[in-house]
């Protein structure tokens, strides 16, 4: 992007545009091919031009994009319904992002507080943690350096570190105007990060004990990226706010705040809104996305394609120095490096892969849920040589 260009430079972009997709394959203005392992940053479920998505957005738009939530929106109400069932939680407010899905739920959790007598209610959030960029989701952020310039951040969070249960008690017994623990299932842009299954029984425990509201983060690791269709459901626990967006509709702006017991009450006319959020454009794709995933067997694929992929780069890799780490659940892969490997994401691009490095040292993996075992197999034997490279230092 030059210096002249129309676009505020707040991204580096690749020199690559891409100008068409067809499932997992992506094509540039050039016409070369290259193999989908990020979807958009876990965007594109379906992947690219599924005709099953394609079709039901060409036919909602013939019909109505958009009316505002002053009416009754019944494809609302649809995928609402089915969130609720997926989910065993109580109700849905819809937005527009996992930015704007977060900050409802910060809201949420700070009306919580006060509607039982807590002035200054706090929240706690993680290090290495990502809600977003508005200030309030950036103050529950957990990496200065995307906090930095934007000082003052808000106040009311308290900060610790993940899977340290211990922690989380010392905060209970010290900090009395607590209301909430705001968490990742799995750290996306920290580095994929899991928080372990027990942990997450421990703070369920906690939170129930305390009158806390737990609400997990599943903006990136939800919608069957993981094999299951919400990532905390490995841990057998159901959340009171659960804030969704990215994949919940392949590629159409959409987000979600699903809540339940307490939590599903809070709001009232008037303490929320948005203008596009709910619209019957973004609630047709929502719908389509779940029928398609539940018709083909999506969330089975993530599982059976994310161990060829985890496999098959533990095998590749193995005994490599400089490589700390590969782990992740299903389509939500990091291959973790000593070092920052910011290089990798070129040489992949020479190969005809799309990843990304977040974190720093953390190649991470989100391909469509569509992917195919000859393409996960393509995808290990290309990139297993360039993190190799990384590792060792090496430009490749």
């Known amino acids: 992007m030059s210096a002249a260009s129309p676009v505020m430079p707040t991204y580096a972009p690749q020199p690559v545009a891409f100008e068409r997709g067809d499932g997992a394959w992506l094509y540039d203005t050039d016409g070369r091919r290259y193999l989908d392992l990020l979807s958009g940053i876990a965007v594109n479920t379906l992947g690219h031009n599924h005709p099953r998505l394609v079709a039901a957005i060409a036919d909602q738009a013939a019909k109505i994009i958009h009316t505002s939530n002053l009416f009754e929106i019944p494809l609302r109400t649809a995928l609402a319904q089915r969130l609720v069932d997926l989910s065993g939680m109580t109700n849905v407010f819809f937005c527009n992002s996992g930015l704007e899905a977060n900050e409802a739920a910060i809201k949420i959790a700070r009306k919580y507080g006060h509607d039982r007598g807590v002035d200054l209610p706090e929240i706690v959030v993680y290090e290495r943690a990502f809600h977003g960029r508005s200030l309030a989701t950036l103050s529950a952020t957990g990496n200065e350096k995307v906090q930095k310039g934007f000082e003052p951040l808000v106040p009311g969070f308290v900060r610790v570190p993940l899977n340290d249960i211990a922690a989380l008690e010392r905060v209970a017994a010290d900090r009395p105007n607590v209301v909430a623990v705001f968490l990742e299932a799995i750290q996306g842009e920290g580095g994929i990060q899991p ?3 027990e942990y997450l029984r421990a703070v369920r425990a906690l939170c129930d004990r305390k009158g806390w509201l737990m609400m997990v983060d599943e903006v990136q690791c939800g919608t069957g990226r993981t094999g299951r269709w919400f990532a905390h459901q490995w841990a057998g626990i159901v959340p009171d706010v659960m804030p969704l967006a990215k994949g919940l509709a392949s590629g159409i702006p959409v987000g979600a705040v699903v809540a339940h017991g307490a939590a599903a009450e809070v709001f009232k006319p008037g303490n929320h809104g948005t203008t ?6 973004a609630m047709r794709a929502g719908l389509t996305t779940i029928e398609v995933m539940e018709d083909d067997g999506l969330l089975e694929n993530a599982t059976a394609m994310g161990e060829v992929l985890m496999g098959g780069l533990r095998r590749e890799l193995a005994g490599v120095d400089g490589v700390v780490d590969i782990r992740g659940t299903g389509l939500m892969i990091g291959v973790e490096l000593s070092r920052p490997c910011p290089q990798v994401v070129g040489q992949a691009l020479k190969a005809g892969l799309v990843v990304n490095v977040t974190a720093d040292s953390v190649v991470r993996l ?12 393509l995808a290990v034997a290309s990139l297993a040589p360039i993190v190799r490279d990384a590792a060792a230092g090496r430009a490749a």
């Open 195 to 197: 928080a372990r299954n």
């Open 276 to 281: 596009f959020g709910g619209n019957p454009l």
């Open 366 to 377: 989100l391909p469509p849920l569509i992917l195919s075992r000859e393409q996960a197999e």
